[in-house]
């Protein structure tokens, strides 16, 4: 269950329900899941400051019990996160700063359950 959670200082007015859809559906195929199990949060309006200045920023986490974020592979997800988010809100690349984690099936919870309960 992939969790994408996105801090912006970009106002509110400019996210809206299209870039919510985008980031889902390409945090979908870049993890390859159904969009289904995809949680996508986007908190914008954020009083934040990166660089020393208040230029349009973002800082993403992306959480996912699914085994796929193994640090091999990160630095192909973070590019194609970051695309991702470029090409969803707008905050140039150089603006970006990203998490990823790997949660532990055990760890993560659906419907009162672990993931590792409901995997297996």
Known sequence: ??????????????????????????????????????????????????????????????HSAGGKLKQEANDEFSAKFTDLIVKSIGVPKERIYMLLDDVPQSSACYMGLTIASLTH
């Open 1 to 62: 269950m992939p969790l994408i959670v996105i801090h912006t200082n970009l106002p509110q007015a400019d996210i809206g329900s299209e870039q919510l859809r985008n980031v889902s559906t390409g945090s979908a195929e870049i993890l390859g899941v159904e969009p289904k199990i995809v949680q996508v949060v986007i908190n914008a309006g954020s009083p934040m400051m990166f660089g020393g200045t208040e230029e349009p920023t973002a800082m993403a986490f992306v």
